[in-house]
């Protein structure tokens, strides 16, 4: 009868399974046409990766690519037999459930195929249908895949922690490094991840986690997978687990979302998860160069104008433990900005500032590194500056990342700054900085800052005025000039910056030395209607400039991105060009999705400018460069071929330098957001040039000087350049000077253009031209 009995459940429960669990089994598919979560990474041209977009970090590798140690380490601890069972080790099962019975060290006995079984279908619901699942799901992959395949599923889809799925991933995350690259420790302790990443997470349970990479170290010994010899090397061996978030070589974070937009626009929520490479045009070096120069020069920007004090003032508790949860509960608040690290003030005196930091590290600062917040240090100093304890404050260190040198106080700034170097022929973006620090601000002002571009603009002034036939030899008056009813209805006078004037100046010393007055003068010689019109051959936005003599000293609006492709025209030869970014977008499997045509000859469609136009506005601007107010640029770079123009906006609100050598066409600004000045001695020679020049040092490190070869039509035979249908012209050689009484009139020849404004007296005949020495070099200028 109790026989009997048994015989009725055990077919009963047969019935049960084959009815009511078998037929709900899941399919298979997923891991027969494995499909794994890859994010969007971004790259530069020279395939280094400065981005990863996707809710999963995850490298798929192919179980050939995986190190046969990382295999074994991984066998050793989660299924040592996986080669030899079917699926189920009922050797472990059994072991397993004879060790929880005793009430010893509880083991579990799933495998390898088990997990993944679990992993890709189930819940982890402690419930005997869903272990009945397990097992049915788990003799059917077994039976669809070799033993291969699955080991290359579970290394690539199981979840390891710090948002890291799959080892390959684990392994960037923790370690920064390939898997081949990882030693023996290592590799164990990601092994010892899958159980619990959780608990045995290096990052936030070290303890626990050196204690499961221990196990691991050990089972891999026992197996004979390590020789003893490597075990005592690996137990002891220090483990450099990477505490911050995911780092480049590259900091390309502007490039990277701009990049990554453009994606999601096209392909929209599977860009994310399908494995897309998009590789850009940003070469590694140059946007390395750009990013420090920004940095570099942001902050010494910052230093000449002082220290503006304390972030936040906090009370310091007495208790130990309430001083430090006061302590990082402010400075969470207040990332690090590469370098530039939030601490709070223990003490402070005027030899001495000892802070802590979030990872409670305490520091001292001393001697020079107090040299900045002196003032703030000082009995005398004001409450709002005033360095106190409790005082959230910056510190730098010299080699932060060697954790060398000594500790100095600094600060955040607060002023803005935008780089930007792309080809002058094809377009392609070589290096971009849309700001200070894309973590504090993710505003990219290389393509959104509208901003006024002062003196910049003025090379497009001058270029009209070498279309209707003037030339760089034309004498402009350089003196006080009353406009009637041009201020709103009152009389406009312009100024020169330094509010002196130099009497009849060429054209060609008016835009070297970046004369307003001049410039008005020339302006108001070519008409606004036809220079407002010219501007727009560049990509300036009509609606965004001026329609009125203020236009000549750029109080109209531009972006960075909008003056780099208006320069490269200059640079090219008169070719319009469209900035890109994106060279080539590839799937998973490495098929090209889109890809740019670069390096395509200028098309005539493409041509904005008259060649000659180029070259006569070319040689003008380098002479900005050798004399004028870009001289300091030629002064520390030692080429001949650089050209360019500063920019400096009325009571300094926006610095500029936009410029080009090499064909790399570079614009770089600095300025507040909510516009304000940024001191009565600074101009764009002394806050974007210099970074202008830093990224340049590098950028034509490797680029031959260039000459210029003078196309048809244009001639020097008078003493400057000029087209040649113009070079016997009256009329073209003066602007607003008064030469006396004129000589006998003469029938004008039939060419000659018409009186640029009908308002405007009629231009006397031309003077004999000025004598060579008027085109001598005179000393170099700074900006003014």
Do not use: C
């Given at each position: 009868?109790?026989?009997?009995?048994?015989?009725?459940?055990?077919?009963?429960?047969?019935?049960?399974?084959?009815?009511?669990?078998?037929?709900?089994?899941?399919?298979?598919?997923?891991?027969?046409?494995?499909?794994?979560?890859?994010?969007?990474?971004?790259?530069?041209?020279?395939?280094?990766?400065?981005?990863?977009?996707?809710?999963?970090?995850?490298?798929?590798?192919?179980?050939?690519?995986?190190?046969?140690?990382?295999?074994?380490?991984?066998?050793?601890?989660?299924?040592?037999?996986?080669?030899?069972?079917?699926?189920?080790?009922?050797?472990?099962?059994?072991?397993?459930?004879?060790?929880?019975?005793?009430g010893?060290?509880?083991?579990?006995?799933?495998?390898?195929?088990m997990?993944?079984?679990?992993?890709?279908?189930?819940?982890?619901?402690?419930?005997?249908?869903?272990?009945?699942?397990?097992?049915?799901?788990?003799?059917?992959?077994?039976?669809?895949?070799?033993?291969?395949?699955?080991?290359?599923?579970?290394?690539?889809?199981?979840?390891?922690?710090?948002?890291?799925?799959?080892?390959?991933?684990?392994?960037?995350?923790?370690?920064?490094k390939?898997?081949?690259?990882?030693?023996?420790?290592?590799?164990?302790?990601?092994?010892?991840?899958?159980?619990?990443?959780?608990?045995?997470?290096?990052?936030?349970?070290?303890?626990?986690?050196?204690?499961?990479?221990?196990?691991?170290?050990?089972?891999?010994?026992?197996?004979?997978?390590?020789?003893?010899?490597?075990?005592?090397?690996?137990?002891?061996?220090p483990?450099?687990?990477?505490?911050?978030?995911?780092?480049?070589?590259?900091?390309?974070?502007?490039?990277?979302?701009?990049?990554?937009?453009?994606?999601?626009?096209?392909?929209?929520?599977?860009?994310?998860?399908?494995?897309?490479?998009?590789?850009?045009?940003?070469?590694?070096?140059?946007?390395?160069?750009?990013?420090?120069?920004?940095?570099?020069?942001?902050?010494?920007?910052?230093?000449?104008?002082?220290?503006?004090?304390?972030?936040?003032?906090?009370?310091?508790?007495?208790?130990?433990?309430?001083?430090?949860?006061?302590?990082?509960?402010?400075?969470?608040?207040?990332?690090?900005?590469?370098?530039?690290?939030?601490?709070?003030?223990?003490?402070?005196?005027?030899?001495?500032?000892?802070?802590?930091?979030?990872?409670?590290?305490?520091?001292?600062?001393?001697?020079?590194?107090?040299?900045?917040?002196?003032?703030?240090?000082?009995?005398?100093?004001?409450?709002?500056?005033?360095i106190?304890?409790?005082?959230?404050i910056?510190?730098?260190?010299?080699?932060?990342?060697?954790g060398?040198?000594?500790?100095?106080?600094?600060?955040?700034?607060?002023?803005?700054?935008?780089?930007?170097?792309?080809?002058?022929?094809?377009?392609?973006?070589?290096?971009?900085?849309?700001?200070?620090?894309?973590?504090?601000?993710?505003?990219?002002h290389?393509?959104?800052?509208?901003?006024?571009?002062?003196?910049?603009?003025?090379p497009?002034?001058?270029?009209?005025?070498?279309?209707?036939?003037?030339?760089?030899a034309?004498?402009?008056?350089?003196?006080?000039?009353d406009?009637?009813?041009e201020?709103?209805?009152?009389?406009?006078?312009?100024?020169?910056?330094?509010?002196?004037?130099?009497?009849?100046?060429?054209?060609?010393?008016?835009?070297?030395?970046?004369?307003?007055?001049?410039?008005?003068?020339?302006?108001?010689?070519?008409?606004?209607?036809?220079?407002?019109?010219?501007?727009?051959k560049?990509?300036?936005?009509?609606?965004?400039?001026?329609?009125?003599?203020?236009?000549?000293?750029?109080?109209?609006?531009?972006?960075?991105?909008?003056?780099?492709?208006?320069?490269?025209?200059f640079a090219?030869?008169?070719?319009?060009?469209?900035?890109?970014?994106?060279?080539?977008?590839?799937?998973?499997?490495?098929?090209?999705?889109?890809?740019?045509?670069?390096?395509?000859?200028?098309?005539?469609?493409?041509?904005?400018?008259?060649?000659?136009?180029?070259?006569?506005?070319?040689?003008?601007?380098?002479?900005?460069?050798?004399?004028?107010?870009?001289?300091?640029?030629?002064?520390?770079?030692?080429?001949?071929?650089?050209?360019?123009?500063?920019?400096?906006?009325?009571?300094?609100?926006?610095?500029?330098?936009?410029?080009?050598?090499?064909?790399v066409?570079?614009v770089?600004?600095?300025g507040?957001?909510?516009?304000?000045?940024?001191?009565g001695?600074?101009?764009?020679?002394?806050?974007?040039?210099?970074?202008?020049?830093?990224?340049?040092?590098?950028?034509?490190?490797?680029?031959?000087?260039?000459?210029?070869?003078?196309?048809?039509?244009?001639?020097?035979?008078?003493?400057?350049?000029?087209?040649?249908?113009?070079?016997?012209?009256?009329?073209?050689?003066?602007?607003d000077?008064?030469?006396?009484?004129?000589?006998?009139?003469?029938?004008?020849?039939?060419?000659?253009?018409?009186?640029a404004?009908?308002?405007?007296?009629?231009?006397?005949?031309?003077?004999?031209?000025p004598?060579?020495?008027?085109?001598?070099?005179?000393?170099?200028?700074?900006?003014?």
């Amino acid at each position: 009868m109790f026989l009997a009995t048994i015989v009725l459940a055990i077919a009963g429960a047969a019935i049960w399974f084959m009815y009511a669990i078998v037929p709900n089994v899941p399919a298979i598919d997923a891991v027969l046409d494995y499909k794994p979560k890859i994010p969007l990474r971004i790259y530069t041209a020279d395939k280094f990766l400065i981005g990863e977009f996707g809710e999963e970090h995850r490298d798929f590798i192919p179980i050939a690519k995986v190190p046969d140690l990382m295999k074994k380490a991984l066998l050793a601890i989660e299924d040592k037999r996986f080669y030899e069972h079917g699926g189920i080790d009922w050797v472990r099962v059994a072991g397993a459930a004879k060790s929880n019975l005793r009430g010893g060290f509880r083991q579990g006995g799933s495998t390898i195929t088990m997990q993944v079984a679990r992993n890709f279908f189930l819940t982890r619901e402690k419930i005997l249908s869903r272990k009945l699942n397990e097992v049915v799901l788990t003799y059917k992959i077994e039976d669809a895949l070799t033993k291969d395949q699955i080991l290359e599923l579970y290394m690539n889809q199981m979840y390891l922690g710090q948002r890291s799925y799959g080892f390959a991933s684990a392994a960037r995350t923790y370690f920064n490094k390939s898997l081949d690259q990882l030693s023996i420790a290592e590799m164990a302790m990601l092994a010892g991840l899958p159980q619990n990443p959780a608990r045995h997470n290096p990052v936030t349970n070290p303890k626990r986690a050196r204690e499961r990479q221990h196990l691991v170290l050990g089972m891999m010994r026992d197996l004979r997978y390590i020789t003893p010899a490597q075990y005592d090397q690996a137990m002891v061996e220090p483990l450099r687990v990477s505490m911050r978030r995911q780092e480049y070589e590259v900091h390309a974070e502007y490039v990277a979302e701009l990049a990554r937009q453009a994606v999601v626009a096209q392909y929209k929520d599977e860009a994310y998860t399908k494995g897309i490479v998009v590789t850009t045009t940003i070469l590694k070096d140059e946007q390395n160069a750009a990013y420090a120069s920004v940095r570099k020069n942001v902050l010494a920007y910052d230093q000449r104008h002082g220290y503006r004090g304390p972030e936040a003032i906090i009370d310091l508790p007495a208790n130990q433990q309430e001083r430090d949860d006061a302590i990082d509960d402010i400075l969470q608040k207040r990332p690090s900005s590469d370098g530039l690290i939030a601490a709070v003030v223990i003490s402070a005196s005027s030899k001495s500032v000892i802070a802590d930091t979030l990872d409670h590290d305490r520091v001292e600062i001393t001697g020079v590194g107090l040299k900045f917040v002196a003032g703030a240090l000082a009995p005398t100093a004001k409450d709002s500056v005033r360095i106190v304890p409790g005082a959230v404050i910056r510190v730098s260190r010299e080699n932060l990342r060697e954790g060398k040198g000594a500790w100095s106080v600094t600060q955040v700034p607060q002023v803005a700054a935008a780089f930007v170097a792309v080809d002058a022929d094809s377009g392609a973006y070589h290096a971009m900085v849309g700001g200070f620090d894309y973590n504090l601000q993710k505003f990219n002002h290389v393509t959104q800052a509208l901003r006024q571009p002062g003196s910049a603009v003025k090379p497009f002034i001058y270029s009209s005025a070498i279309q209707k036939g003037f030339t760089p030899a034309t004498m402009i008056m350089d003196a006080p000039l009353d406009m009637v009813g041009e201020n709103a209805g009152a009389t406009w006078s312009p100024q020169n910056d330094d509010h002196k004037f130099d009497g009849p100046i060429s054209m060609r010393r008016a835009l070297a030395e970046s004369k307003n007055v001049a410039s008005v003068r020339l302006l108001r010689a070519v008409s606004v209607p036809y220079a407002h019109d010219w501007l727009q051959k560049f990509g300036f936005e009509g609606a965004r400039q001026p329609k009125n003599y203020t236009l000549a000293l750029g109080t109209g609006a531009v972006t960075p991105l909008q003056m780099a492709g208006a320069y490269a025209v200059f640079a090219n030869g008169g070719y319009k060009i469209a900035p890109y970014l994106i060279a080539r977008i590839e799937d998973a499997a490495g098929s090209v999705l889109s890809q740019a045509k670069a390096d395509e000859p200028h098309h005539d469609e493409d041509r904005v400018l008259d060649p000659r136009n180029a070259f006569v506005t070319d040689s003008m601007l380098r002479d900005v460069a050798r004399y004028g107010t870009g001289a300091g640029a030629t002064k520390q770079l030692g080429r001949k071929d650089l050209a360019g123009k500063t920019g400096t906006t009325s009571d300094a609100v926006d610095g500029w330098f936009a410029g080009y050598a090499g064909n790399v066409v570079a614009v770089a600004w600095m300025g507040y957001d909510d516009p304000k000045s940024l001191g009565g001695r600074e101009f764009g020679a002394t806050l974007a040039m210099p970074i202008w020049i830093d990224y340049m040092r590098v950028a034509l490190a490797k680029r031959p000087e260039t000459t210029r070869e003078a196309p048809e039509g244009v001639s020097n035979a008078t003493g400057d350049w000029v087209f040649t249908e113009f070079a016997e012209l009256p009329g073209m050689s003066v602007i607003d000077i008064d030469l006396g009484p004129p000589p006998e009139p003469e029938a004008a020849p039939a060419s000659a253009p018409a009186q640029a404004d009908p308002n405007l007296p009629p231009v006397p005949a031309a003077p004999p031209r000025p004598p060579s020495g008027e085109l001598a070099l005179p000393e170099p200028q700074g900006e003014r």
